[in-house]
C-alpha cells in the first residue's frame, strides 16, 4: 500500500443519505463547485478493493466500516486513491489543498471510519421523503440494474442490491418490498447515531425537494455552510441522475403504494427521527 499523499484534505464533505434518495443528482451539481473536486462517481472499487475493506473479506457482514478499520497503512493508501483520482470541474488534478466532495450511499454505513481518517471532515445529510425512497428501491432491486453483490452467499431470490447492512441475514425469504423497508431503516438508524456522535458543527441536512424545486439558492446556501463558493445559474430543471430507472414524479411513489402501506410500520418510527433530525440540523437560507 502507498501510504504517501500528494494533496492535503481539507474538510472533505460527505453527502450521505440512504441509497435512492437523491444523492447522485446532489453530487453532480455539487461537483459543479468552483472549489469542489471529486472522484466523477461512486467510490465502490475504491474503497472495496482494498485488502479487508470488501465484504468478503469480513465475512459477508455488511458495508459497515468502524474506526478501527482505519488502521495507518488502510488510511494512507484510501487517502493516496482518492488524491490520484480527484477533479476539479474542469478536469483537472488534485493538487495542494483540496476540497474533496464524496458521496456514496454505502458510505452512510462508514461515519466512523472517515472520522477516523478525515477527523476535520463535514457531514451532509440529505433527506427525501420515505415514500417515495421506498418505491425508487424496490423499482432499483426490481430492475436488476442495481445488484451489488449477486452471489451473495447463502441469499435465495431476488440477488442482492444496493448496499449491504447489518442484519441482512435474518432476512432470507421475507417479501422484497419487507426486505427494502428493513435496508431503509438499518441504513438510516445507523447513520443517524452516527452523526449525533459529532460535533453539531460538522453535521448538516439538506431536504431533496428543496434541492429540486429551488435548485440555484439551495446550492448556494449548501455551498455556503460547507465553505465552497458558488457561481453557476442553475437555470430551468436539474437534469436528471444516470442511475435514474424511470423519470422522477413527487407522486410516483403511489405505484407501490400498497407495499408501502404494509411495510409502514418497519419505517414509521425511524422515519419520524429522520424527519426530526433533517429539522434540527437544516442548512440556513
Known sequence: MNGASPVIFDRPVFLLSS???????????????????????ESHALIETIPGLHPFD????????????ATPAIAGELRHRFAM?????????????????????????????????????LYVYLHRDVRQTLSSMIEAWSSGLFRTYPRLPDWP????????VPGWQDWR???????????WAAVTSLLLDDLDRLPKERTMALAYDQLVATPRPTMEALSRAVGLGWDRPLDGNLPLSATTVTAPSAEKWRRHEAEIRAIWPIVEPVDTRARAWLEAHRIAF
Open 19 to 41: 441509497p435512492r434518495s437523491g444523492s447522485t443528482l446532489l453530487l453532480k451539481t455539487m461537483a459543479q463547485a468552483p472549489d469542489a473536486l471529486t472522484i466523477g462517481g
Open 58 to 69: 469480513r465475512g459477508w457482514s455488511s458495508n459497515r466500516l468502524e474506526a478501527t478499520d
Open 85 to 121: 483520482t480527484l477533479r476539479d470541474r474542469d478536469g483537472i488534478p488534485s493538487r495542494g489543498a483540496v476540497r474533496m466532495v464524496e458521496k456514496t450511499p454505502k458510505n452512510s454505513l462508514r461515519v466512523p471510519f472517515f472520522d477516523a481518517i478525515f477527523p476535520d471532515a
Open 157 to 164: 431470490g431476488t440477488p442482492w442490491s444496493l448496499l449491504l
Open 173 to 183: 425469504g421475507l417479501p422484497l418490498p419487507e426486505i427494502v423497508a428493513r435496508q
